[in-house]
Nanobody
């Protein structure tokens, strides 16, 4: 089973940028989907973006569309989330996970990483 490790979180001012990484160890399959999710204190985990290891199937939540970009580097077994024009409401713990299907439902993802914290100050 693949193991995923997130990194790249931190504290940034509103309008700034961060790039999150999701590094996979173990086997990956081109048709599997990697998703980014986030969870703010007191809120449910929500979908942010997804991509297949093949590079197909990118999709974004409306709240981040036009500001965040998901990409992957198969040579490094890593999926990235470039976050630009950050807002205080983007503050959350960010997680990556993998699914055998093309979906945005957290229930269909597994191999969750430990998360990386993103804090956007106003």
């Amino acid at each position: 089973q693949v193991q995923l490790v997130e990194s790249g979180g931190g504290l940034v001012q509103a309008g700034g940028s961060l790039r999150l990484s999701c590094a996979a160890s173990g086997r990956t399959y081109r048709f599997y989907t990697v998703g980014w999710f986030r969870q703010a204190p007191g809120k449910e985990r929500e979908f942010v973006a997804r991509i297949r290891w093949s590079g197909e199937g990118t999709y974004y939540a409306d709240s981040v569309k036009g500001r965040f970009t998901i990409s992957r580097d198969n040579a490094k077994n890593t999926v990235y989330l470039q976050m630009n024009s950050l807002k205080p409401e983007d503050t959350a713990d960010y997680y990556c996970a993998e699914s055998p299907v093309l979906t945005t439902s957290p229930a269909l993802f597994s191999s969750w990483g430990q998360g990386t914290q993103v804090t956007v100050s106003s």
